[in-house]
């Protein structure tokens, strides 16, 4: 069995108004292991985006823990929490947030380039990733001459250059028809096979989460069971 990863215990999330408050986490647990492709699933409201900006470090958790291999992030100071997330966490959004004044090429080599390396050295593994999602020869066009599904793949070959540990995906397929969420879905399964990264995948698309290794179902605030794959 793979190892565990990433991990968090008891998180719970109230967001406050005033005097109005409005419990989102209302304490989950949940493990993901090295390589697996988890789809979490839930309403809207459920708090599944929520939890997934937290086990990001993108919010910060009301309490609980939050481990990536043997960090426990919200220990970290800022310094290090945005080293994690530039370095062994990849971001994809179901809109894909490319820079539009920078190519392809140059929008998949950034997170490598805010890390030090060098830009060749940066550029080549991102002609390399490029490539691997089947766009190699589309590098040098701006996001706007692309199309949505190539859009969403060039986002997946940026999440993937700094070679994370794990990959936190919310609603990657949202906005793409149905071919285009096929070849998202099979880049997935694929580069977890290929590089041993863990996916996990906040979706509202059944036909995704059911083809993916894991799904936990979300309602009101906590992990509850899946009927689905019951």
Request: hydrophobic fraction near 40%.
């Amino acid at each position: 069995m793979q190892e565990v990863v990433l991990r968090c215990s008891n998180i719970t999330k109230t967001y406050r108004d005033g005097a109005a408050e409005t419990p989102v986490l209302k304490g989950v647990t949940l493990e993901v292991r090295q390589g697996e492709q988890l789809a979490i699933v839930g309403s809207s409201g459920s708090g599944k985006s929520t939890l997934l900006h937290i086990l990001g470090t993108l919010d910060t958790p009301c309490g609980g823990e939050v481990w990536l291999g043997e960090e426990e992030l919200f220990s970290l100071d800022a310094a290090r929490q945005a080293q994690v997330r530039n370095l062994e966490l990849g971001f994809i959004y179901q809109f894909h947030h490319l820079l539009p004044e920078f190519s392809a090429l140059e929008n998949v080599a950034m997170p490598a380039l805010i890390a030090g390396t060098r830009r060749k050295q940066a550029m080549e593994k991102a002609q390399e990733l490029l490539e691997k999602v089947g766009l190699g020869h589309r590098g040098k066009h701006a996001p706007s001459e692309l199309s949505g599904g190539e859009r969403q793949r060039v986002a997946i070959a940026r999440a993937l250059i700094n070679q994370p540990r794990v990959v936190l995906a919310d609603e990657p397929t949202g906005n793409l028809d149905a071919v285009s969420g096929e070849a998202v879905y099979q880049l997935i399964r694929d580069l977890a096979s290929q590089l041993g990264i863990a996916f996990v995948v906040v979706t509202h698309d059944n036909q995704l989460a059911a083809r993916m290794d894991r799904r936990v179902r979300m309602h009101d605030g906590l992990i509850v069971p899946d009927e689905a794959s019951a």
